[in-house]
């Protein structure tokens, strides 16, 4: 990849493409071809058509999709089937037909079946049953990978797709009810700390184990394909750590600076009981990623602080 050629990143100012973005200017990417949802809806085919005409960007880093934690999915399910196969529908068409030389589409681990033997395997998609709770997601992201082989086959476009892990980092959605598990948890923990509550109810169990990933060393990864991949087959992008929703909620109270009992809520459901990704093929291309937990928990309450000014009335982090 030219890293000064036209490159556009779809979703820039959500948590995976705005690490992109800080990644490629780090770099020296000094042609992004940047718009905001008020500037560019990419559920609009022809709003998405003219962007292409006109700015003819060279490179695509596909990080726009409506997505959200259990209870976003299962409030929302019409949307997310709906907005996410429109957006991969006309950015994927669009590129291609305007001559995009290479596009990364970002999927999820979600895609693949509940009960998954661990770790994942690539070729273990489409095998079994998806997990109820967020299955209309699931289900518009798999059509975005097989949208992406098909005019791979047919047409010869160098599509590729990336399966990222759980992620989390600035820039993450800590909406109180839409949210991921780690944005959801730092808020509900600070916000317990806050009004000196001494106990936050937790959804599920605790059991579930997640391997998550820092959104900057996703985009160290995304970069990583661009540069070293091209292939029909999807590529999984973990971070090789996991941990038990019980630990990461320890964790994030030790971030945070609250004292007071965790208690879990078993009425609450789960979600997939482990997803963790086999990332030879990543590592196969020199890849690994660097930051651990509790630095990547503290960079993102941090930054959370900073950017909200009502989580960060009266509030300290702690170090």
């Not at 962007?51 to 999915?73: C, R, S, W």
């Not at 630990?247 to 789960?270: C, M, N, R, W, Y």
């Not at 990547?296 to 602080?305: A, E, K, N, V």
Request: glycine fraction near 8%; charged fraction near 20%.
């Amino acid at each position: 990849m030219d890293i000064h050629a036209r490159i556009h990143v779809s979703g820039y100012r959500g948590l995976v493409g705005s690490a992109i973005v800080r990644r490629l200017r780090a770099e020296g990417a000094d042609h992004l071809l940047l718009r905001t949802h008020q500037e560019l809806d990419l559920t609009d085919q022809l709003q998405v058509e003219q962007f292409f005409a006109d700015e003819k960007p060279e490179y695509v880093f596909m990080a726009a999709a409506k997505v959200g934690g259990i209870h976003a999915n299962r409030t929302f399910p019409a949307e997310f089937i709906r907005d996410n196969l429109a957006i991969q529908t006309h950015v994927i068409h669009s590129a291609w037909k305007h001559g995009v030389r290479k596009l990364l589409f970002l999927g999820s681990s979600c895609i693949y079946p509940r009960d998954c033997p661990q770790p994942i395997k690539e070729e273990y998609l489409l095998t079994g049953p998806l997990e109820p709770t967020n299955e209309p997601y699931a289900i518009a992201k798999i059509a975005g990978l097989e949208m992406c082989q098909a005019y791979r086959r047919q047409y010869g476009f160098d599509a590729i797709v990336g399966m990222p892990t759980n992620l989390y980092g600035p820039g993450d959605n800590f909406h109180p009810e839409n949210s991921h598990v780690v944005p959801a948890l730092i808020r509900r923990i600070h916000e317990a700390k806050i009004s000196g509550a001494t106990e936050v109810a937790i959804w599920g169990s605790g059991k579930p184990l997640r391997e998550l990933m820092y959104s900057d060393d996703l985009a160290d990864a995304a970069l990583t394909l661009m540069r070293e991949y091209s292939d029909l087959a999807p590529i999984n992008i973990g971070s090789g750590m996991e941990t038990s929703i019980l630990d990461l909620a320890h964790e994030i109270a030790q971030v945070v600076g609250f004292a007071g009992q965790l208690t879990f809520d078993t009425s609450k459901p789960d979600g997939t009981p482990r997803k963790y990704l086999d990332s030879q093929r990543l590592h196969s291309l020199g890849y690994r990623a660097q930051t651990n937990l509790r630095d990547g928990l503290m960079q993102t309450y941090r930054q959370w602080l900073e950017s909200d000014t009502t989580a960060s009335a009266g509030s300290t982090h702690s170090q």
